[in-house]
């Protein structure tokens, strides 16, 4: 009797509705190895890595060897992030860096005062920023970035940025690499082939890739699975690396668990020919340099720093199975510490499909106030769903700086006061991310003016019509407060 065969869907609840066999989703064509944190080594030609050491005096099939160490030398063990890389030129065969002559809408130094950049102590947000018309000319992935805004500055290793990237055409004999810090990159629209020193990344909608500070790739549009064109986020990190949280008393599994982060296997290009440039992204300017051979020439490698890719859709939803709502760091994906250990720098949050089964509860966020600011995204789903405006559509975003009173006030969140509660399915079809950092940003002309993306700066008075004064009404308080010769 012949097996069912089930559609490929992680939207509607759970990777685990596919059913699949495979780690990948259907589209992605690449074989990858399991485990956030492991050692991890491979070879496109079996032999290509030494046995036994780091460098040989001759290395096999007279490969080069290359160390690129992530943290320094002397960094505790459990912090040290270096590789070994064998590949047919060292990356220092190349010209000399000149800048380059078209420079991109990135910025890098978030200092206060500025006379370029804002500061926003309300709520802000989005609608979906566009993506170019290929009629307008080709657009990659260097010349397609676009900062919102960050904190900080690369240059002494503290701060973030969040950018928008948006394109349409691919990198061809181009290489980036970023010398600032690490990008996490989040797909929203279309798919993305990326080529890495490692390796090769397949991304898509609902997965993330995390390429580290110092290693070169390349980002090709998949244009079959991509007839809009390609949009995504990059939260850039610097003097810090992404962790998983820890997971105290929930045990040892739940939340993203390690062994679902997939790494690239070894992949030589023998494909290309002729000139490369790779375009160098340093204090936010770009520097090229040019070389003629590929740069993805590695046949083998081994180590510990290496990009890699995990789907939301796996991701472990913990909640009350009683009474109040729980706070949203239950969510945590991924988190980059600060220098201090009780304020993360950023916490990267996923709101997907979920049961909700709290009793006696107003089950949606309470309204509050953070001292962490929180920038939200939609990946896929309903516009106006999710947010904390009438805005929030499906690659554009929201924001609140830290303690800015926020909340949801829609009709169906006040009805929720109201409503019998039953265990319920939320959030189906949907997905949604959040950023929370101990930082408050500042945000660039480009965020509030040129994208023309800016649908709405602070909620409109009406919106809080739905939660009017009701204590004032309450004929039982006004009694107390009677009796007390407060009323």
Known sequence: ????????????????????????????????????????????????LPVGQNSPQMCPYGLYAEQITGTSFAASRAASMRNFLYRRRPACVHTDYRKATVQPRISSTFMSPSETLRDIPSQVSWKAFPIPAKSDGPVDFPSGIRTLGGSGQPGIREGLAYHIFAINSSMTNKAFVNLDGDFLIVAQEGHLDITTEFGKIYLQASEICVIQQGLRFKIDVVEENSPKGVRGYIIETWGTKWELPELGPLGGFGLA???????????????????????????????????????????????????????????????????????????????????????????????????????HTFRPPYFHRNCASEFLAKIYGPEATGGRSEIFAPGGASYEAGFTPHGSADPRTIGAMHMPLKPMRVGENQLTFMLESCRSLLFTQWALEDSGALAAEDIPDSMWDTVPDRFGKDEQAMKLLRAMGRA
């Open 1 to 48: 009797m012949g097996s069912i065969e089930v559609p490929f869907n992680t939207r509607t609840f759970h990777w685990t509705d596919a059913q699949s066999k495979k780690a990948t989703r259907p589209e992605d064509p690449y074989n990858y190895l399991h485990g956030f944190g492991n050692e991890h080594q491979s070879e496109f030609i079996s032999g290509a």
């Open 257 to 359: 668990n390690s062994r679902d982060f997939l790494f690239p296997t070894a992949d030589i290009d023998t494909v290309s020919t002729g000139q490369w440039t790779i375009v160098s992204k340093q204090g936010g300017v770009y520097f090229n340099i040019s070389q003629n051979h590929s740069p993805f020439d590695v046949v083998a490698w081994h180590g510990n720093y290496i990009p890699y890719k995990y789907d939301l859709t796996k991701f472990i939803y913990h909640n009350t199975v009683s009474v109040d709502h729980t706070d949203p760091c239950i969510n945590t994906v991924l988190t980059a510490k600060s220098r201090d250990l009780q304020a993360p720098l950023c916490d990267f949050l996923i709101f997907g499909p979920r049961w909700d089964t709290a009793e």
